[in-house]
């Protein structure tokens, strides 16, 4: 039945139910099912974190908004509609936004609630076979963002299937390319650096460590979406120019999977400053000669 609780921030959820092998990376604390398809979820962000931020002493970094929004949806995937934690997620879209003051800085913690509602839910059989997601996010009871996130979830058996040859596969077969150097993309560190030195003007191959504790968390067979749009994140830093813009809109489409056994493009187009200081860049991924995802991003500059 429906609770009327509140949500409760006391204690991160159980970390195999956001796919995270080390308790320090979940945020997501609690789950509320307000009724038919409408969720609240409770999460705190960090007073600072070794991947996300902040960015800077003013600013939580809104990549950490994102991480939180991917979290609630594999939350309420498995606990209000019982996908199995053996199912593989496939993303088709992601989309957030977030304001300047909703990522701001307190010198503590930061608890904010997901207001949740599922569309387009879609089964297979008597299982769910995916759906779409939209969020809106409050903190202190004040609305900071909103998102959409729509995915398909598969049985061990189909996910086998359909990654063939590259079932098997680690990020330790990528090489390990030369990074640009890190305070070019706000970061103090050589392997939170996500583009390498460039060939030629707007593209950027991607790059990352294998070892990663944050990106790598657990075992994965493809590049995640999530290292794909900090990827696309950090060059549209370095095609702007700043290196501590903040990415508070993003919108991605994924149509295939990037793979870690050939090189993957970074082709960036920056568009000129508008009045809200904000600059869209798009970012296409490209591996293979072809568009394996796509992205917009609205960079607030520093």
Same mark, same amino acid.
């Given at each position: 039945?429906?609770?009327?609780?509140?949500?409760?921030?006391?204690?991160?959820?159980?970390?195999? $139910?956001?796919?995270?092998?080390?308790?320090?990376?979940?945020?997501?604390?609690?789950?509320?099912?307000?009724?038919?398809?409408?969720?609240?979820?409770?999460?705190?962000?960090?007073?600072?974190?070794?991947?996300?931020?902040?960015?800077?002493?003013?600013?939580?970094?809104?990549? $950490?908004?994102?991480?939180?929004?991917?979290?609630?949806?594999?939350?309420?995937?498995?606990?209000?509609?019982?996908?199995?934690?053996?199912?593989?997620?496939?993303?088709?879209?992601?989309?957030?936004?977030?304001?300047?003051?909703?990522?701001?800085?307190?010198?503590?913690?930061?608890?904010?609630?997901?207001?949740?509602?599922?569309?387009?839910?879609?089964?297979?059989?008597?299982?769910?076979?995916?759906?779409?997601?939209?969020?809106?996010?409050?903190?202190?009871?004040?609305?900071?963002?909103?998102?959409?996130?729509?995915?398909?979830?598969?049985?061990?058996?189909?996910?086998?299937?359909?990654?063939?040859?590259?079932?098997?596969?680690?990020?330790?077969?990528?090489?390990?390319?030369?990074?640009?150097?890190?305070?070019?993309?706000?970061?103090?560190?050589?392997?939170?650096?996500?583009?390498?030195?460039?060939?030629?003007?707007?593209?950027?191959?991607?790059?990352?460590?294998?070892?990663?504790?944050?990106?790598?968390?657990?075992?994965?067979?493809?590049?995640?979406?999530?290292?794909?749009?900090?990827?696309?994140?950090?060059?549209?830093?370095?095609?702007?120019?700043?290196?501590?813009? $903040?990415?508070?809109?993003?919108?991605?489409?994924?149509?295939?999977?990037?793979?870690?056994?050939?090189?993957?493009? $970074?082709?960036?187009?920056?568009?000129?400053?508008?009045?809200?200081?904000?600059?869209?860049?798009?970012?296409?991924?490209?591996?293979?000669?072809?568009?394996?995802?796509?992205?917009?991003?609205?960079?607030?500059?520093?």
């Amino acid at each position: 039945m429906p609770v009327t609780r509140s949500v409760d921030f006391q204690q991160t959820i159980p970390r195999s $139910l956001v796919h995270r092998a080390a308790v320090s990376e979940v945020f997501v604390t609690d789950l509320n099912v307000l009724g038919e398809g409408r969720f609240e979820v409770g999460a705190q962000w960090p007073r600072r974190h070794s991947f996300f931020g902040p960015r800077t002493r003013a600013f939580h970094d809104p990549m $950490l908004y994102a991480e939180t929004v991917r979290q609630a949806g594999l939350l309420i995937a498995h606990r209000a509609y019982g996908v199995p934690l053996s199912h593989g997620f496939l993303s088709d879209h992601k989309v957030y936004s977030v304001s300047e003051a909703g990522v701001a800085t307190e010198g503590r913690p930061i608890d904010v609630v997901l207001e949740v509602s599922a569309h387009e839910v879609e089964h297979r059989g008597k299982n769910v076979g995916g759906m779409r997601l939209d969020y809106e996010c409050f903190r202190d009871g004040q609305r900071i963002g909103t998102a959409s996130d729509r995915w398909r979830c598969v049985s061990p058996a189909v996910y086998r299937r359909v990654r063939g040859d590259h079932f098997a596969a680690t990020p330790f077969q990528a090489a390990l390319l030369p990074a640009v150097a890190p305070a070019l993309v706000g970061r103090d560190r050589a392997e939170d650096v996500l583009v390498a030195e460039a060939p030629a003007d707007g593209t950027w191959s991607l790059r990352f460590d294998p070892d990663h504790s944050v990106l790598f968390d657990h075992a994965v067979d493809h590049v995640p979406g999530m290292v794909l749009i900090e990827g696309a994140r950090q060059a549209a830093l370095l095609a702007i120019g700043d290196p501590y813009a $903040l990415p508070l809109s993003v919108e991605f489409e994924f149509g295939s999977y990037v793979e870690f056994d050939s090189d993957c493009q $970074l082709v960036v187009e920056a568009d000129d400053t508008g009045s809200d200081r904000t600059r869209t860049v798009r970012v296409e991924v490209r591996q293979n000669g072809a568009t394996a995802a796509h992205g917009t991003l609205g960079m607030r500059l520093s």
